[in-house]
């Protein structure tokens, strides 16, 4: 399954619109991860207090 930069702009703008939080879609060696909030993997390092 090919995605367009059409379909994926598409899912952003639905998701936008929905309830979610967070979306993940994994096919094949596509793997696209969506989150309102941010997304911090678990390689992230964490933020620095003031």
């Known amino acids: 399954m090919?995605?367009?930069e059409d379909d994926v702009l598409e899912i952003?703008?639905?998701i936008e619109k929905s309830g979610f939080d967070f979306?993940?879609?994994q096919t094949g060696d596509l793997k696209l991860v969506v989150s309102?909030?941010?997304y911090?993997?678990?390689g992230a390092?964490?933020?620095a207090s003031d």
């Open 2 to 4: 090919d995605l367009t």
């Open 12 to 14: 952003l703008n639905l």
């Open 23 to 25: 979306f993940q879609l």
């Open 36 to 38: 309102k909030g941010g």
């Open 40 to 42: 911090m993997g678990s």
């Open 45 to 47: 390092a964490p933020f």
